[in-house]
């Protein structure tokens, strides 16, 4: 090759090297954009378009790692629930299972109760009476309008979040409650299990942006926006006294046992994380020794009521 040529080759590669290392740049941006979603460190929207590679890409990984697809509803007791998928309403079944797709909306009759298996993420949501849940469109994102619910999340499969009309709860664990008043001021948050506690704490944020951490054991009530102080309640008593966390507590194997097999894998795990949450509880100085108090009264949401 002579020197004309290498020339000639070296001013190709001088003209293109920009628009190789901006494309391989952009891919990387694309990365840790997707990486700041997954790990809630900034919203989809808070991140600027910077071309449509990066969004391309940020919606292909975001697919990936814990994007709600598919819900089933396989389990109602003590009456029935409605699912609403835009103006369609029809009653659920368990056999064949009612299937449930992003904003569709479950809603429990007053004296119901139902579980939702969501298979791709690894989790179970169980409904109590009187309650209106949806999942949007994305990440594993679901939103409480009004009622009760509790969330197991199998450990090890990321977290997720719960979004009411008083704040959000964002949590790396596998367990947690929830209560939505039907008047929409009031919201209780209440945590199950300390998976991963210690490395990321779940967090009860409200749309000030206050927030606070929580562990198993804790609880805390949102009102008119705000957040009030931390609380302790007895898990073992919630156990004991409250339908919603059947399976989930000392002595209930019972309830795995009898739940389908597909939902048994994720019920045992949570409860390994369950029950090592009450046996590291001290049982000195709970705020609420009976368990976890129904917030609402005044016949907003009924307190759950008989076995599961």
Not at 21 to 32: C, D, N, R, V, Y
Not at 253 to 258: D, L, T, Y
Request: neutral net charge.
């Amino acid at each position: 090759m002579d020197t004309k040529q290498i020339l000639s080759g070296f001013s190709v590669f001088l003209l293109t090297a920009p628009a190789v290392w901006a494309g391989f740049s952009q891919q990387l941006t694309s990365i840790e954009a997707a990486s700041a979603i997954e790990l809630n460190q900034v919203s989809p929207s808070g991140i600027s378009a910077s071309g449509s590679a990066i969004a391309a890409s940020q919606s292909q990984i975001i697919a990936q790692q814990g994007q709600v697809k598919q819900g089933e509803v396989y389990k109602l007791m003590n009456g029935g629930a409605t699912r609403t998928r835009q103006s369609s309403t029809v009653r659920a079944n368990t056999n064949p299972r009612t299937d449930l797709i992003p904003r569709d909306i479950l809603t429990t009759d007053t004296t119901a109760k139902a579980e939702i298996l969501f298979k791709q993420q690894d989790t179970i949501v169980r409904l109590g009476e009187s309650t209106s849940f949806v999942f949007p469109e994305g990440l594993r994102e679901y939103q409480l309008n009004n009622g009760t619910i509790v969330s197991m999340i199998r450990p090890g499969k990321g977290g997720g979040t719960v979004k009411t009309p008083q704040a959000s709860v964002i949590a790396r664990g596998t367990g947690m409650y929830i209560q939505q008043c039907s008047d929409r001021k009031v919201a209780l948050f209440a945590i199950l299990t300390n998976n991963n506690a210690e490395v990321e704490p779940t967090r009860v944020v409200n749309g000030r942006g206050d927030r606070v951490s929580l562990r198993a054991g804790q609880l805390v009530r949102v009102v008119d926006g705000t957040i009030q102080s931390v609380q302790t309640f007895n898990l073992r008593s919630f156990y004991q006294n409250n339908p919603m966390g059947a399976g989930l507590g000392p002595n209930q194997e019972n309830v795995v046992n009898e739940s389908p097999t597909d939902v048994q894998p994720v019920f045992r795990e949570v409860r390994q994380e369950t029950i090592a949450a009450v046996n590291g509880q001290s049982e000195n100085g709970f705020d609420f020794p009976n368990g976890i108090p129904d917030v609402c009264g005044n016949g907003q949401t009924k307190p759950v009521r008989g076995l599961w």
